[in-house]
Antibody
Framework: EVQLLESGGGLVQPGGSLRLSCAASGFTFSSCAMSWVRQAPGKGLEWVSSISGSGGSTSYADSVRGRFTISRDNSRSTLFLQMNSLRAEDTAVYYC??????????????WGQGTLVTVSS | EIVLTQSPGTLSLSPGERATLSCRAS???????LAWYQQKPGQAPRLLIYGVSSRATGIPDRFSGSGSGTDFTLTISRLEPEDFAVYYC?????????FGQGTKLEIK
């Protein structure tokens, strides 16, 4: 069974940093591109960042480029999102999501339960 | 960036009725890279449809997707009580991957 379990969310002051983790199980982690998608309270979904299975290719939304860094440790089947210079508008539930195994282009077929990040003084 | 506009914002129907949700793109969606997700309160989104019309694993056949180019539709043939939720379309053929703003399907 595919499982994605996020952690690391919490309350942080504007300008602060936070590192999110997503522990994966039930599939060959290194075969799947992974992404972070966020959802501000009461709002819709926003793609944040993606990383290829090998970790060699990354992409970011304009809203986070230069502040957030996505990475992965395939030996530990874990995805990360380092978030720096956080702003109030980064407040959201952050989901990790999987692209189907072997898919160069694909939807998000499995999602974690999300971790809440609140940026406030 | 491809902007996806979903309509209506809220759809009020009764169990057993047919639901038709629309997703319009600001420019043509690459190939068939259009998906639909269902989200219930307090839960993560769930993939329903990918490639415009292919159902994801375990999705009942009352859910169907159609469309091409810039106009796409999610149809639920006969609503069950568990279908009342928010539905999002997403294009994943162009970067950035974008979502529509959602359609809330509520019980009438």
């Amino acid at each position: 069974e595919v499982q994605l379990l996020e952690s690391g969310g919490g309350l942080v002051q504007p300008g602060g940093s936070l590192r999110l983790s997503c522990a994966a199980s039930g599939f060959t982690f290194s075969s799947c591109a992974m992404s972070w998608v966020r959802q501000a309270p009461g709002k819709g979904l926003e793609w944040v960042s993606s990383i290829s299975g090998s970790g060699g290719s990354t992409s970011y939304a304009d809203s986070v480029r230069g502040r957030f860094t996505i990475s992965r440790d395939n030996s530990r089947s874990t995805l990360f999102l380092q978030m720096n210079s956080l702003r109030a508008e980064d407040t959201a539930v952050y989901y990790c999501a999987r692209r189907p195994s072997g898919a160069v282009i694909g939807p998000f077929d499995y999602w974690g339960q999300g971790t809440l990040v609140t940026v406030s003084s | 960036e491809i902007v996806l506009t979903q309509s209506p914002g809220t759809l009020s129907l009764s169990p057993g009725e047919r639901a038709t949700l629309s997703c319009r793109a600001s420019q043509s969606v690459t190939s068939t890279f259009l998906a639909w997700y269902q989200q219930k309160p307090g839960q993560a989104p769930r993939l329903l449809i990918y490639g415009v019309s292919s159902r994801a694993t375990g999705i009942p056949d009352r859910f169907s997707g159609s469309g091409s180019g810039t106009d796409f539709t999610l149809t639920i043939s006969r609503l069950e009580p568990e279908d009342f939720a928010v539905y999002y379309c997403q294009q994943y053929g162009s970067s950035p991957r974008t979502f529509g703003q959602g359609t809330k399907l509520e019980i009438k």
